[in-house]
């Protein structure tokens, strides 16, 4: 978590938001424990001069704050929620908003984020101290203004500990052993789910021009030329 909040440090100096902070944009550079942690895919970055200058709603559904879900505006904040929840699935292993229906989002999760409705539920989180909890409390509340700074993350006792985090059997490697039979069904559905999970503003939807009511195009398909 360290490495993550030094290398989110660097860009709220900058006032850069990322915006699309997640565990896949978390990449090492070789693997062994001399490895650096390096921060990826900026698509979604975006500087932030000005207090909450951001309202394009750019994010992935399981670590997007509640403000950027609209329409108010926001600010580099949101990347402090992302690390919240980042935090919280390197602690247990799941989200803490997720989709009890299969889909990427869902209205039920999108109440849950606004709301700030999760728990730390046993036995996952029995061990767990109650300063890292803390941590993800104040990094996972609604109101941006009473979120932690990146400042306020980097100086918690929590962090500042710099301590491994212990082997967490993630539960979605568990589900692929037990069930390696459906491998290649599962390997559709994490094609499908991937191709929907991000959420851009770019995406452009066509009209299908044969039930248009549009006057002209009527014209002309009357009289073509």
Not at 42 to 53: I, M, R
Not at 146 to 161: D, F, G, Q
């Amino acid at each position: 978590m360290r490495e993550i909040c030094i290398a989110v440090a660097h860009l709220h100096r900058m006032n850069i938001a990322h915006r699309d902070l997640k565990p896949e944009n978390l990449l090492y550079s070789k693997p062994d424990p001399t490895g650096i942690l390096k921060l990826t895919d900026f698509g979604f970055a975006k500087e932030t001069t000005n207090f909450n200058s951001l309202q394009t709603p750019c994010y992935t559904p399981y670590y997007v704050a509640p403000e950027v879900l609209g329409p108010e505006k926001y600010d580099k904040s949101c990347d402090m929620w992302s690390l919240g929840v980042i935090m919280y699935i390197l602690l247990c292993g799941f989200p803490p908003f997720y989709s009890n229906h299969g889909l990427a989002i869902s209205p039920g999760m999108k109440k849950r984020i606004r709301a700030g409705q999760y728990d730390f539920p046993n036995p996952e989180w029995e061990n767990v101290s109650s300063d890292a909890k803390e941590l993800i409390k104040g990094l996972l509340r609604t109101d941006p203004a009473k979120r932690l700074t990146i400042e306020e993350v980097m100086s918690n006792k929590w962090i500042a500990r710099f301590a491994e985090v212990p082997q967490t059997p993630l539960h979605s490697i568990r589900v692929l052993r037990e069930e390696e039979y459906a491998w290649p069904d599962v390997q559709e559905e994490m094609t499908r789910s991937l191709a929907t999970m991000r959420v851009d503003y770019d995406t452009v939807h066509l009209k299908n021009l044969d039930k248009t009511n549009n006057s002209l195009l009527s014209k002309r398909r009357q009289h073509p030329k």
